[in-house]
C-alpha cells in the first residue's frame, strides 16, 4: 500500500491550495479515503473524508471552505482548500480508511 501527497507550499491568508493523493496497492473505488493534518505541537486532527458513495464529512473548522473529492479512474483523492487562515498550517495526511495507513504528509503553510 502507498499513499503519496502532493500540492502543499506557502500560501498567503485567503489563498488557495489543492492537495492530492494518489494511493495504489489496494481497491481505492471500494474505499473510505481521509484528510487529516497535524499542526505543530499538536495532534492529529481530522479534516474531512470522502466515502465510497461519494459522500462526504468536515471538521467543523474547514467547513464550507475545503472540499473533498475522488476520481476513481486515477485513484487520486483530493482536498481542494480556498480562504485558507493561519491556523490552517499543519502537515496534510491522506489516510486509507480506518487502516491507520498514510502517507508521508505534505507541508502546508499559510502566512504573509
Known amino acids: 500500500v502507498q499513499l503519496v501527497e502532493s500540492g502543499g507550499g506557502l500560501v498567503q491568508p485567503g489563498g488557495s491550495l489543492r492537495l492530492s493523493c494518489a494511493a495504489s496497492?489496494?481497491?481505492?473505488?471500494?474505499?473510505?479515503m481521509r484528510w487529516a493534518r497535524q499542526a505543530p505541537g499538536k495532534g492529529l486532527e481530522s479534516v474531512s473524508s470522502?466515502?465510497?458513495?461519494?459522500?462526504?464529512t468536515y471538521a467543523d473548522p474547514v467547513k464550507g471552505r475545503f472540499t473533498i473529492s475522488r476520481d476513481n479512474t486515477k485513484n487520486t483523492v483530493y482536498l481542494q482548500m480556498n480562504l485558507l487562515k493561519p491556523e490552517d498550517t499543519a502537515v496534510y495526511y491522506c489516510?486509507?480508511?480506518?487502516?491507520?495507513?498514510r502517507g508521508q504528509g505534505t507541508q502546508v503553510t499559510v502566512s504573509s
Open positions: 489516510i486509507w480508511g480506518n487502516t491507520g495507513v
Open positions: 496497492g489496494f481497491t481505492f473505488r471500494s474505499s473510505t
Open positions: 470522502i466515502f465510497s458513495d461519494r459522500s462526504t
